[in-house]
């Protein structure tokens, strides 16, 4: 029995040798040296969205431990940790960043950058030694300028709503004031008001203002103005990281002074045609999203279709707009711009038209006239 343990003992030492040994004879052992990575520092960007790490020849039985992207940090379960040990491949994904083991390569793949520098590391481990690739996404520049439309906001002392429309998807509120007082509306998960939010999406109330950030649009509501002699005042500043605009806002109280800009300024407020017809472009220089009050043709109060609900959104939010009254066809172009197309005049007879604009309280009028000759 003695024999054949001293037997047994022998070939797994002479065993053991070989495993230890190069084709020259000499003992070696691959991870003597630590873990040995083609790369510990990655940075991708819009161009470069991938990137490969290559693990040391000869290097088997090494493995992913864990992924952090950001503040996340995901630790790999033990059957894919076992899989790799076994030279299996790997491919998942972790929030923004793909992961992908074959062979000795390990793949980082980002998906397209939101607008801002983002960070990842993947761990490595093997035979009790480790290693940690470092990385970051850089953003793409962008100097395309960040903008709202409208940019100034006047809301009736009614209340209502209002959408302001940007020029971007990845911007995030910078700073938000309400009649003289700064809120934070990023303050529940710790950052300050300036500090780019992991979630931009906002919607609550600060003072009197209701706030609603939904991908581009940034959207506005307020209740009844209660106040005699108040307007209430709000400014929100929104930011990239790079580009800057400001939204200004007013709501009215319900008694008011005039003031100089109490009426929509239309320029030209007088239109001539002649005989034969024509186009005319109108715009208003002082206010925009307005809509009609009415339109009259010859002295007759012409119906505009706006019956309904979607119909008044298309002017009032798309500004589409576009009806033959009569003689006379009325087309609303963009935020301020009104375009008049007269038929040709056969009836001898002298033609007239009135049109007036409306913006809660303000209102502005237009008025024309078509020869007979």
């Given at each position: 029995m003695k024999k054949h343990l001293i037997l047994y003992?022998?070939?797994?030492?002479?065993?053991?040798?070989?495993?230890?040994?190069?084709?020259?004879g000499n003992a070696f052992d691959a991870w003597d040296g630590g873990m040995e990575?083609?790369?510990?520092?990655?940075?991708?960007?819009?161009d470069a969205l991938s990137q490969t790490i290559y693990v040391g020849e000869g290097q088997s039985g090494w493995y992913i431990t864990r992924v952090t992207t950001g503040d996340d940090e995901t630790l790999l379960g033990e059957a894919e940790q076992e899989a790799m040990r076994n030279g299996e491949g790997l491919e998942r994904t972790f929030d923004w960043l793909t992961v992908a083991v074959?062979?000795?390569?390990?793949?980082?793949?980002?998906?397209?950058?939101?607008?801002?520098?983002?960070?990842?590391g993947?761990?490595?481990?093997?035979?009790?030694?480790?290693?940690?690739?470092?990385?970051?996404?850089?953003?793409?520049?962008?100097?395309?300028?960040?903008?709202?439309?409208?940019?100034?906001?006047?809301?009736?002392?009614?209340?209502?709503?209002?959408?302001?429309?940007?020029?971007?998807?990845?911007?995030?509120?910078?700073?938000?004031?309400?009649?003289?007082?700064?809120?934070?509306?990023?303050?529940?998960?710790g950052r300050s008001v300036g500090e780019r939010p992991t979630d931009r999406t906002v919607d609550k109330v600060f003072g009197w203002l209701g706030v609603k950030v939904e991908g581009s649009l940034l959207i506005l509501s307020a209740e009844k103005n209660r106040k005699q002699a108040d307007n209430?005042?709000?400014?929100?500043?929104?930011?990239?990281?790079?580009?800057?605009?400001?939204?200004?806002?007013?709501?009215?109280?319900?008694?008011?002074?005039?003031?100089?800009?109490?009426?929509?300024k239309v320029s030209p407020d007088k239109v001539e045609f002649g005989l034969?017809?024509?186009?005319?472009?109108?715009?208003?220089?002082?206010?925009?999203?307005?809509?009609?009050s009415f339109i009259k043709v010859d002295g007759e109060l012409q119906d505009l279709g706006l019956h309904l609900q979607e119909d008044r959104d298309l002017l009032t939010k798309k500004?589409?707009?576009?009806?033959?009254?009569?003689?006379?066809?009325?087309?609303v172009v963009g935020a301020d711009g009104l375009r008049l197309t007269a038929a040709p005049n056969t009836t001898g007879q002298e033609r007239t038209f009135e049109v007036e604009f409306c913006l809660f309280d303000y209102t502005g009028t237009l008025t024309g006239v078509q020869r007979a000759e």
């Open positions: 003992l022998s070939s797994v030492l002479l065993l053991a040798t070989a495993c230890g040994e190069d084709d020259e990575l083609s790369a510990e520092t990655v940075t991708l960007n819009d074959e062979g000795n390569a390990i793949t980082l793949t980002a998906a397209e950058n939101p607008g801002w520098d983002r960070t990842f993947i761990d490595v481990a093997a035979y009790g030694c480790a290693s940690r690739i470092e990385g970051r996404q850089l953003a793409a520049t962008d100097d395309t300028p960040l903008t709202a439309t409208p940019d100034n906001v006047l809301m009736s002392f009614r209340g209502g709503t209002a959408t302001i429309e940007t020029s971007k998807t990845n911007w995030w509120i910078a700073s938000l004031t309400v009649d003289g007082t700064e809120y934070a509306p990023y303050a529940a998960e209430q005042t709000f400014a929100i500043t929104l930011t990239d990281g790079t580009q800057e605009c400001t939204v200004n806002g007013l709501q009215y109280c319900i008694i008011r002074e005039p003031d100089e800009n109490a009426e929509i034969e017809g024509g186009e005319v472009a109108v715009k208003t220089t002082n206010y925009e999203n307005w809509w009609f500004r589409i707009f576009k009806r033959t009254l009569d003689w006379l066809t009325v087309e």
